[in-house]
């Protein structure tokens, strides 16, 4: 349990320092080059300022939310670093990664409402940032693929609903903001 606020920062400095060195290798989909860390600093962000969070397990998940997923880290690793709060929460944000593509995808559809209110908010925080990435550092995909994209996102936070209404109200405003640039 952290108690002190120095503690906190410190805890989330050493998240910082332990995702981007496992994220080093990966860039965000997209022909800018964005360095993947970038990703998990800015659903943190989001969780700060448009969902006025401010609980470290969920904030320290929000950054390491993608390692275990897309990088070789164990658990074990996490919870010696972290703790148990935060690989749990991780773990609940993590696709299985033994179904393919689209059944993952389903798959966050069906499980969305049975999460944790910490993973219903950074689930939040994650498809706001990945949806407005459509149109920030669009990858290189048909407008259908985007519109797709889009669609099922708002499937998934449909299950995520009545955590957080300033940091839904936001996802609603983004994927409003998203589908008016894409269409134009
Ligand atoms: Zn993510």
């Not at 972290?82 to 993952?104: I, Y």
């Amino acid at each position: 349990m952290l108690t002190s606020q120095t503690e906190v920062l410190a805890q989330v400095f050493k998240a910082l320092d332990f995702a981007a060195d496992k994220h080093k290798k990966q860039k965000r989909k997209g022909k800018n080059e964005i360095p993947f860390i970038n990703h998990p600093i800015m659903v943190a962000q989001v969780l700060t300022e448009h969902g006025d969070i401010d609980d470290p397990v969920i904030l320290i998940g929000a950054i390491l939310h993608d390692v275990i997923e897309d990088t070789e880290t164990s658990n074990e690793e996490i919870a010696g670093m972290f703790g148990q709060e935060v690989v749990d929460l991780v773990l609940e944000v993590s696709d299985d990664k033994s179904l393919c593509k689209a059944d993952r995808k389903e798959q966050q559809v069906i499980t969305a409402p049975t999460r944790s209110d910490r993973a219903k908010n950074l689930k939040i925080a994650d498809k706001i940032c990945n949806v407005l990435d459509m149109v920030r550092f669009p990858p290189d995909w048909s407008l259908n693929r985007k519109i797709e994209y889009v669609d099922w996102s708002e499937a998934v936070v449909q299950g995520l609903r009545g955590v957080n209404p300033k940091l839904e109200k936001h996802f609603d405003e983004t994927v409003a903001y998203v589908r008016n640039r894409l269409q134009s």
